[in-house]
């Protein structure tokens, strides 16, 4: 069985701020305060540079969240 930390997760485009490159990482939306902000799901690693991606900036959601 899968651990998920929330129920919504979907695929993003991140920041991978080692190696400037933006790369597709799984994303949770998390609420905070009055809006909802993206967070990458911890433990994944840039395809490019194998990075953990926990510092990396969620630019947007692939799927669907828009509209
Ligand atoms: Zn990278």
Redesign the pocket.
């Given at each position: 069985m899968r651990m998920l930390i929330q129920n919504e997760s979907m695929e993003a485009r991140v920041y991978?701020?080692?190696?400037?490159?933006t790369?597709e990482a799984e994303v949770v939306s998390v609420e905070s305060g009055y809006r909802r902000k993206l967070r990458v799901i911890g433990g994944q690693r840039?395809?490019?540079?194998?990075?953990p991606?926990d510092a990396?900036f969620v630019l947007d959601a692939v799927g669907g969240l828009h509209g």
């Amino acid at each position: 069985m899968r651990m998920l930390i929330q129920n919504e997760s979907m695929e993003a485009r991140v920041y991978c701020p080692i190696c400037t490159h933006t790369v597709e990482a799984e994303v949770v939306s998390v609420e905070s305060g009055y809006r909802r902000k993206l967070r990458v799901i911890g433990g994944q690693r840039c395809q490019r540079c194998t990075a953990p991606l926990d510092a990396a900036f969620v630019l947007d959601a692939v799927g669907g969240l828009h509209g």
